[in-house]
């Protein structure tokens, strides 16, 4: 059963990450977010 929570942990995660990008998109903001694999994200400037 703790296998399925974290799956559902991640499917939030990546949902909240794909709110903030549309966000970040629709403000014509300078910024992305950086997803790195199992150690975090990043706010970065875009060049």
Known sequence: ???N???VHIS???SH???LRKKLA???ADVRIRV???AGYT?????
């Open 12 to 14: 939030l995660d990546w």
């Open 26 to 28: 629709g403000l014509k």
């Open 5 to 7: 929570i974290y799956k």
């Open 36 to 38: 790195f694999r199992n």
């Open 17 to 19: 990450i794909s709110y």
């Open 1 to 3: 059963m703790e296998r």
């Open 43 to 47: 706010l970065e400037r875009i060049p």
